[in-house]
């Protein structure tokens, strides 16, 4: 993944002020679908009871694998548990799995990142080389490492899913910070005297910054995938639960003859990464505007 | 005027002709009658251009100069068909050779682009692919058009490149963009223009951001393509570059023409008043003392209420202090390669209070390391700066900040210097260093006042750098600078970048300022009009060695060394001001 913030380009005008676009424009289509969803998403985890038609958990062996219906809007799986309402619970899990790793991995990232571009020579030299080397790993197998020494649980995965997407930020970061205190404006703080904290403070990182709320909306998404996928690999969350992942996993052995148990929450999982993906577009955009 | 360079001296039979020059064809005519040209946003059409008409004989230059966003450039893409999708381009006529090209197709439009009308934009650097090499990239407009076998492009190439005076053209074709300097980039990018012997070309502040010489040389290279028969069109914002060239010129304003005629009359002889302010905007040797923009309401008006800064110096002050002084200044580059290069050479000054020390050269010159220098923004290797008397170069930084705010620098491009997130306001009051223990209500008061000192409206205070003009860029750039009510101000490059009639308002307030607060300049700049016109002594620099040194008269009217007559040499004509 590769964030690049254009430079504003500054076009040379008359004296006469240019005059300013309309502020107030209605927003894409695109965006209020996305944010809409987002807003599903979030009521399901806070109150997934709002949402469900049925009991998640309650067995129902006379309706199992039953078709998306009126009745079942997603289907039900072989133990007669209704999709939907699972789906809705599952959503919990899923995205604080998808939040917590999201955290984990800008707060390492952070870290790692701010030493690599600020740091003396031979400490920033160190710790580029190690999230070189990290880097080399696929994020995945980097994941399933991981995984393997601590063993599967949630919490497994959000460290798991944290630690292995943090190489790849770290190194954004350190670009835009090294980019930030390269620039003229920080040259100009230089020369009015101000002092190397209030600069750090001021300047390097809210500019260096910026640009990481845009990533944290695409990680999200890019986490709860992860995540997803190491729980179809059975190395997440145990079956009983209605987390995504494990529902594809449960639903694999069905697919000849319930093709709704993979395809559905295989489709929610992607409804979620790209309502967050185009929040996220939007959100850089609007930052590269030079907006407020 | 006397050109230096190899670009004419090309004897005219290695000159590649395409068409036989023999019987000399009456082509490339056109002329345009109440061109307008206007935007569709958001369902209504903003007219850029009204009622412009001109007509281009063969053989001829016809330049169109106004300020940015006069709709010049404007005008001349839509006489080759680029002004967009949202344009709505209406006109009772435009005729290339009698064939109407309001109506051309898409398709008529590329057979007519580069074959019959050549395009030169203004900056090298982005209009060429900054991967391909650049003889790849003439060869495409050849093959683009069916021109020859790939061997006969290659030789069409090397032919024109050395046609618009490339040395080594076999070695140059095959560089990138990245790997030429901005002259012989300038040079590759007209040389694909001419690649198919166009009959028109059009250039679009073709030498704008160029060295002077460097200038020179690209317009005695359009003089030389005008003189085969091809005719130009010229665009600028600056009169004193087309007076050479143009046998005819459209000054536009807002989109208006607001006179057009032949060249001599309107640089002779102009009839309307901003064309005499665009001509009296240009500075020199001769405008020292003289204000070069008509007194504007933004102009800075003398301060009632000034702050307690220094008396101002009158011109025979009794004890010239020095505020700024520089003893063998050295600064080595060490290249990825290892090679070491010498940046600044020994260079050594003394700037005294209340005057302005111009130093002029080309890029990489070294004239900006040593403005770095004497700003203690990069290190010396030898040598030493002393400001107001005191250590200033030798101290840690720590030290160095509490004296910071005696010296401030301009740069030639405030966007970059400015912090995206600040308004114009936000970053005034922080540049306010001498502030502390002063309330919000105060401080906003003094930014307020610096902005009425710059000519700036107090509304502008509340935009963001990226919504206002190049002007309004400087001009908070400037009211920063002075904010911490500094000694010295070290102005690199800060009007270079901007449109001759701006660079006229803002040299108007600098001189203003520097005699209400007694301020120093170390003004740094390529042109040697704008160093003349401000400085009172002038440092020419040469690849980091000063060559000449002397008071702008003696500099310019008495150059002793070589580099500094060729500089000279190399200034546009000047068309005669008029009071």
Same mark, same amino acid.
């Given at each position: ?8 380009? /500054? ?40 949402? +469900? ?59 790692? /990142? ?9 400490? +920033? ?34 460290? +798991? ?27 100009? !703080? ?23 709320? +845009? ?34 996993? !449960? ?42 | ?15 590649? $002709? ?15 009658? @109440? ?12 007219? %850029? ?43 009772? $006529?435009?005729?290339?050779?009698? *064939? ?22 203004? &900056? ?48 140059? $074709?095959?560089?990138?963009? &990245? ?19 166009? *009959?028109?070309?059009?250039? &679009? ?52 023409? %607001? *006179? ?19 001509? @009296? ?34 011109? &025979? ?130 930014? $307020? *006042? ?94 980091? %060695? ?34």
């Amino acid at each position: 993944m590769t964030t690049s913030v254009t430079p504003a380009t /500054g076009t040379k005008s008359a004296e006469t002020p240019t005059p300013r676009p309309p502020r107030r424009t209605p927003p894409p289509t695109g965006l209020i679908v996305a944010a809409g969803t987002l807003l599903l998403f979030v009521t399901a985890m806070i109150a997934p009871g709002l949402l +469900a038609t049925h009991d998640p958990y309650a067995l129902n062996l006379a309706d199992a694998l039953h078709a998306p219906s009126f009745d079942y809007w997603f289907g039900t799986d072989e133990a007669g548990r209704d999709l939907y309402s699972r789906v809705v619970y599952g959503t919990r899990e899923s995205l604080v799995i998808g939040l917590g790793a999201t955290a984990l991995s800008l707060t390492l990232a952070l870290a790692l /990142g701010s030493v690599a571009a600020l740091g003396g020579r031979f400490v +920033a030299g160190t710790v580029n080389r190690v999230i070189e080397v990290l880097l080399a790993f696929p994020t995945l197998l980097f994941a399933l490492l991981l995984v393997a020494i601590t063993g599967p649980s949630a919490l497994s995965q959000v460290f +798991a899913v944290g630690v292995g997407s943090a190489p790849g930020y770290a190194r954004i970061i350190r670009g835009q910070i090294l980019s930030a205190r390269n620039s003229g404006y920080v040259e100009a !703080a230089v020369a009015l005297g101000h002092g190397n904290g209030r600069i750090l403070r001021q300047h390097i990182v809210p500019n260096a910054v910026r640009p990481l709320v +845009a990533i944290i909306t695409l990680s999200v998404g890019q986490s709860i995938v992860w995540a997803s996928s190491l729980s179809f690999l059975g190395l997440g969350v145990a079956p009983p639960s209605p987390e995504w992942g494990a529902l594809l996993d !449960a639903g694999r052995v069905y697919i000849t003859q319930a093709w709704w148990l993979t395809v559905i929450p295989g489709l929610v999982i992607v409804a979620l990464a790209l309502a967050a993906t185009t929040l996220g577009k939007h959100i850089q955009n609007s930052l590269e505007k030079g907006e407020k | 005027m006397t050109y230096t360079i190899g670009a004419v001296q090309a004897p005219p039979e290695t000159i590649p $002709a395409v068409r036989p020059a023999a019987p000399p064809l009456k082509r490339g005519r056109l002329s345009v009658t @109440n061109l307008t040209v206007g935007f569709r946003r958001r369902g209504a059409v903003h007219q %850029v251009v009204q009622n412009v008409s001109f007509s281009l004989e063969p053989g001829q230059c016809v330049a169109i100069v106004g300020e940015s966003g006069s709709g010049k450039s404007v005008t001349a893409r839509s006489i080759v068909g680029l002004t967009g999708r949202n344009a709505v381009v209406e006109a009772d $006529a435009i005729l290339l050779d009698g *064939e109407d090209l309001r109506t051309a197709t898409d398709r008529q439009w590329r057979r007519i682009r580069g074959r019959r009308i050549g395009f030169i934009l203004q &900056d090298a650097l982005v209009s060429l692919d900054p991967l391909r090499p650049v003889g790849k990239e003439i060869a495409e407009a050849l093959a683009l058009h069916g021109w020859g076998n790939r061997r006969e492009r290659a030789a069409k190439v090397i032919d024109l490149l050395r046609a618009v005076g490339v040395p080594s053209p076999q070695n140059r $074709a095959r560089q990138r963009p &990245d790997e030429l300097s901005g002259g012989l980039r300038q040079r590759a990018l007209i040389a694909s223009a001419l690649a198919l012997d166009p *009959e028109i070309i059009i250039a &679009d502040e073709p030498t704008t951001a160029l060295d002077v010489t460097v200038q020179a040389q690209v317009l005695a290279l359009l003089a030389d393509t005008k003189k085969r028969g091809v005719s130009v069109i010229l665009i600028s914002h600056d009169l004193s570059v087309v007076a050479h060239l143009a046998d005819h010129i459209v000054v536009m304003q807002g989109g208006r023409v %607001v *006179e057009s005629g032949s060249a001599d009359q309107v640089l002779n002889n102009p009839g309307h008043a901003y064309t005499r302010s665009l001509i @009296n905007a240009v500075p020199g040797e001769d405008t020292r003392g003289k204000r070069l923009s008509a007194p504007t309401p933004t102009s800075a008006a003398p301060n009632p209420a000034a702050p307690a800064t220094p008396q101002p110096v009158a011109d &025979d002050g009794p004890v010239l202090q020095a505020v700024l002084q520089a003893v063998d200044l050295v600064k080595r580059f060490t290249t990825p390669d290892g090679t070491v290069t010498t940046a600044v050479d020994n260079v050594s000054f003394t700037l005294e209070r209340g005057t302005t020390l111009g130093i002029v050269g080309e890029s990489g010159s070294g004239k900006s390391t040593t403005a770095r220098l004497a700003l203690a923004l990069s290190s010396l290797d030898s040598g030493s700066v002393t400001l107001l008397g005191q250590e200033w170069s030798s101290l840690p930084e720590a030290r160095r900040r509490t004296l910071r705010r005696e010296i401030s620098v301009v740069y030639q491009d405030p966007l970059s210097s400015f912090d995206p997130r600040w308004n114009a306001e936000r970053i005034l009051l922080d540049s306010l260093t001498d502030a502390a223990g002063q309330s919000t209500a105060q401080k906003k008061a003094r930014v $307020a *006042e610096l902005a009425r000192q710059v000519g700036l409206p107090l509304e502008i205070l509340q935009r963001f750098p990226l919504n206002l003009s190049g002007g309004q860029r400087q001009r908070i750039a400037i009211a920063r600078a002075l904010a911490p009510n500094p000694s010295v101000i070290v102005l690199d490059e800060a009007v270079s970048a901007l449109d001759v009639s701006i660079q006229a308002q803002i040299l108007d307030l600098l001189v203003d300022l520097q005699k209400q607060r007694g301020l120093s300049y170390l003004f740094i700049s390529h042109d040697l009009g704008v160093i003349s016109h401000l400085s009172d002594q002038v440092l020419v620099m040469k690849d980091g %060695v000063v060559v000449e040194r002397g008071t702008p008269d003696a500099i310019f009217n008495r150059p002793a060394h070589p580099y500094t007559r060729e500089l000279i040499s190399s200034l546009p004509d000047h068309p005669r001001r008029t009071p």
